[in-house]
Structures are given as C-alpha cells and as structure tokens.
C-alpha cells in the first residue's frame, strides 16, 4: 500500500487517540464544574476542586494535539468544520478560558469567592454542552456542494445537535462523580455517591435516544452497522456498552472500591467512542468527505509524523507521571497554591 493510503489512516487514529484522551481527562474536571452547583458549602467546592488542581491544565494538551493534527493531516476536514461550527467552537473556547480562569481565581479571591465558583461552573458547563452540540453537527452530517457547506452559519443547529449537547453535559457530570468517589472521602463522596446512580441512568438514557436517532439522519451513521453482516461482528460493541452500564450502576454504591466506577465510567465513553467511529469510518465528515478525500499531501503528513513521534511520548509520560505523582486521595483540608 502507498503512503497516500496508509498515512490518513495513521493520522485518523492519532487525532482520534487525541479527542479521546481529552474526553477521558478533561471530562471529569469538566464534570466537577457542572456539579459545582450541588457543594453544600463554599469548603466541599474547594474540596471538589482541589481534587482536579494539580492536573487539570494539563489536560488541555490533549485537545491542542487533536487541532493541530486535524489541520496538519486533513486541512479540508479543518477548513469545513472551523467555517461550519465556528460558533459552537468559539463558545468552547470562550467558556474554557473562563473555567481556566475562574479556577485560578477562586483559590486567591476573598470577596469574590462566590462569582469565581459560579464562573467555574457556567464555564465547565457551557463548555461541554458545545462539545456535545460540535459531536452532534459531525453526526448528524455536512453534506457539501463543490467541496463546500451550504448550511450557513446555523447550519449546525438542529434538535439532534441540541440532544448531544445536553447528553454530554450529563456524560461528563457521571465522569465528575465518579472521580469525586475515587478521590474523596466522607461527606463529600457520600454526595457523590449518591448523584451517580442517577446520572448513569441518565446518561444511559440519552445515549439510547441517540442511538435510535441515526437512522433518520442523512449522514448515514448507520448504515455501516448493517452492510455487508457488519451488524455480526460490531454487535459486541453495544452489548459490551450495556454490560458495562449495568456493572457501573451496581459500583456506584459498593462501597471499599473506590476505583472501580470510575474505571467503568472510562471505559463506557471508549465504548462509545468506539461506536462513533464505527459508524463513521471511513468518513471524517459525514456523509462524502473520507480521510483519503479530506488528506494533506503524503510529504506534509510525514513531515509532521516525525514531530509526533517526538512529542506523543513526551506527553504520555508526562501524563503517566503527574497522575502518579498526586495520587491518592485528596484531604478535605488541602491547599492550592
């Protein structure tokens, strides 16, 4: 095979590694911001926060791979989403610079403790609530005319963007929950607890209203699951979803294992991701633009593969260390400096 046909295929996976490991990681600190709301008190959102201070920026580096490599490997992919979903991305971008910030300046704030805790949860929220809707558009499909969307600046809009946004709001609130119960002890896991049976419910939910949901959308999501006795092979996938949906609602209560439901809540959104891709290869925007299609010339994807190779172990490792470094449960009465 040519490196016109093997490289896009490399690149798909990197960039989608990139998106996943970002869902994972900056999906529970995230998660922390939506349940903001429900600390009882300004010290159990410190201690919420606290749990994420040491490692939460870290988490971005992850979404900064997943961009760039989008614009280095496949630039018309870049170009049609940026143009398309420029609002959506522009309210992400917006919103994490406001949680950013908010976070930093809660730790140091006296008088305006309680506006950077409101700020912190606004951000986290807005933010994942544009993610799910950025999802949702790419789901639900662009069809282009002459390499071009027609769709205009609100094409993106639609009640199905609108369900995917919601959903990840919830996605990332079980993620929030489930780390809170890893990290924590006391009062403050008990809460935690306790909104995590309810939010796999949830979540589970959403994730069945959308799956019954691609079949009507044009994108053709679907159709790869049922060509060809595609449906056979990729069954487990949905049946492993399910397993792991009950197995995480039985966790969420057991107590002595800290571990195990946010392990399970990791492991369900790779289920899910798995699913997407699934239903979306070899396509990277729905429903004509394939990674061969949307691909930067094969001497522009090895020349930047050759910086990946240097950077995706620098990352992994400084990922690896900081989480083994802080960790260990978090103490009700830890700083943030």
Do not use: C
Not at 98 to 107: H, L, S, T, Y
Not at 158 to 169: D, I, K, N, Q
Request: hydrophobic letters at 60%; proline letters at 5%; zero cysteines.
């Amino acid at each position: 095979m040519s490196a016109a046909t093997v490289l896009p295929v490399l690149w798909f996976g990197v960039i989608g590694f990139g998106v996943l490991m970002y869902v994972l990681l900056d999906g529970f600190v995230l998660g922390l911001g939506v349940l903001a709301p429900f600390a009882r008190d300004e010290a159990e959102l410190d201690h919420m926060m606290n749990t994420a201070a040491p490692i939460w920026d870290g988490n971005e580096t992850w979404l900064v791979l997943g961009g760039t490599g989008l614009l280095a490997a496949f630039p018309k992919a870049y170009a049609v989403m940026l143009s398309t979903l420029y609002l959506p991305v522009l309210l992400m971008l917006i919103a994490l610079i406001f949680r950013g910030v908010a976070f930093e300046f809660r730790f140091k704030a006296t008088r305006a403790k309680r506006f950077w805790g409101a700020a912190f949860g606004l951000g986290s929220t807005f933010a994942a609530f544009a993610q799910g809707v950025i999802l949702g558009s790419i789901v639900e499909g662009m069809p282009l005319t002459a390499g071009k969307y027609l769709g205009g600046a609100f094409g993106w809009f639609s009640p199905f963007s609108m369900l995917t946004g919601v959903a990840v709001v919830f996605g990332y609130a079980l993620l929030g929950s489930t780390w809170l119960i890893l990290k924590t002890e006391g009062r403050l896991q008990r809460l935690a607890r306790g909104m995590a049976r309810p939010l796999v419910m949830v979540v589970v939910a959403f994730m069945g209203l959308v799956s019954a949901w691609l079949p009507f959308l044009n994108s053709r999501i679907m159709a790869r699951w049922f060509e060809h006795g595609n449906f056979w092979w990729l069954l487990p996938v949905p049946l492993l979803a399910l397993a792991n949906a009950y197995a995480l609602w039985r966790a969420a209560l057991r107590e002595g294992r800290d571990a195990t439901p946010f392990l399970l809540t990791l492991s369900f959104f790779v289920l899910g991701f798995a699913g997407l891709v699934l239903g979306i290869w070899p396509h990277i925007i729905p429903p004509s633009l394939t990674i061969w299609n949307a691909a930067s010339p094969p001497s522009s994807q090895m020349f930047v593969m050759v910086g990946l190779v240097v950077l995706l172990p620098a990352i992994l490792g400084y990922t690896w260390w900081s989480y083994r470094v802080f960790a260990g449960k978090v103490a009700a009465d830890s700083g943030y400096h």
